[in-house]
């Protein structure tokens, strides 16, 4: 059975960093398509960073471009995003996402399971 579980989220000020993490269990993150979205208020749920593997292409949204990096740790089975120099913009609840019934990632990112959401907030 497939869980993800996010963590890491909070308050912080324009300019800060913040590090959410994603626990993942039911299958493996090291090779199956992995990622972020977020859905600020009032807006619709984009995808943030995705990718199929480590060593494979990631697709950021290019609002977080050389801010946000997404990365992995096989061993504990868990995705992170790292957000560095963060904006008001980027307040939002951010979701773990995953799709494990491809060799890659589909287009628009993995939305066939889904964490519970973790809030990010980024006051100026």
């Known amino acids: 059975q497939v869980q993800l579980v996010e963590s890491g989220g909070g308050s912080v000020q324009a300019g800060g960093s913040l590090r959410l993490s994603c626990a993942a269990s039911?299958?493996?993150?090291?090779?199956?398509?992995v990622g972020w979205f977020r859905q600020a208020s009032g807006k619709e749920r984009e995808a943030v960073a995705y990718?199929?593997?480590?060593?494979?292409?990631?697709y950021y949204a290019d609002s977080v471009k050389g801010r946000f990096t997404i990365s992995r740790d096989n061993a504990r089975n868990t995705v992170y995003l790292q957000m560095n120099s963060l904006k008001s913009e980027d307040t939002a609840i951010y979701y773990c996402?995953?799709?494990?019934?491809?060799?890659?990632?589909?287009?628009?990112?993995?939305?066939?399971?889904w964490g519970q959401g973790t809030q990010v907030t980024v006051s100026s």
């Open positions: 996402a995953a799709d494990t019934r491809y060799l890659g990632c589909p287009e628009g990112g993995p939305k066939k399971y």
């Open positions: 039911g299958f493996h993150s090291s090779s199956n398509c």
């Open positions: 990718s199929y593997t480590e060593s494979s292409t990631t």
